[in-house]
């Protein structure tokens, strides 16, 4: 498997424009996660799905932020409208929850950054 | 609301040297713990997962370590290499399963 594909890998826009970042978990994983890192927060879980379905998404700043999963091998995280303050890597993750395993495999992340 | 520490901040440490990276939170109703490297620019690579019955767990020279009633769990790195050098994070998953907390790293430098 080539493990959790993240699209693009930099983002450049202005302030007030729509950023849609994209995520493809590994195949047969149940679980995604949508995490943001900055120096100042660290990092932070944003939203996660289970089966496809938003499970958690206390973490999602503001209404700016909209998470989606129409399937088991696509998600995406949209941001409308940016604003500077949103720049950050944003890491996606997934895993398969069984019986002593849970290990999350990261995505090599979308650097993000709003002018 | 779990909080995830980690300290110290910052490590460095000459080759060959045995080390030790500690990381505490603050509600032991956990589901597991893991810890991950990150390298600047990189995401981050699973190294070692506990589930909360376990006690450790061994990879390498790495050892892992939990006591879930203290709430605080160890990162043991034999010998260290120039190539550990990384920025090291615990996380700690909820009893729901799901939600993870993170810790805001180690970085560790080992020199030559």
């Known amino acids: 498997d080539a493990g959790v594909i993240q699209s693009p890998r930099h983002e450049v826009t202005e302030m007030g424009q729509e950023v849609t970042l994209r995520c493809k978990p590994i195949s047969g994983h149940d679980y995604l996660f949508w995490y943001r890192q900055t120096m100042m927060r660290g990092l932070e879980l944003l939203i996660y799905?289970?089966?496809?379905?938003?499970?958690?998404d206390s973490g999602m700043p503001e209404d700016r932020f909209s998470a989606k999963m129409p399937n088991a091998s696509f998600s995406t995280l949209k941001i409308q409208p940016s604003e500077p303050r949103d720049s950050a890597v944003y890491f996606c993750a997934s895993s398969l929850r069984q019986m002593n395993t849970d290990t999350q495999y990261f995505g090599p992340g979308t650097r993000l950054t709003v002018l | 609301k779990q909080e995830v520490t980690q300290i110290p901040a910052a490590l460095s440490v000459p080759e060959g040297e045995n080390l030790v990276l500690n990381c505490s939170f603050t509600?032991?109703?956990?589901?597991?713990l893991q810890w991950f490297r990150q390298d600047p620019g990189k995401g981050l690579t699973s190294l070692l997962l506990?589930?909360?019955?376990?006690r450790e767990q061994t990879s390498g020279r790495l050892n892992a370590s939990l006591d879930k009633s203290s709430g605080r769990s160890t990162l043991y790195i034999a010998a260290s290499q120039p190539g550990d050098s990384a920025t090291y994070l615990c996380a700690v998953s909820d009893t729901n399963a799901g939600k993870s907390t993170f810790g805001d790293g180690t970085t560790l430098t080992v020199k030559p």
């Open positions: 509600d032991s109703a956990i589901y597991n």
């Open positions: 506990i589930q909360s019955s376990q």
């Open positions: 799905f289970n089966n496809n379905v938003p499970i958690d």
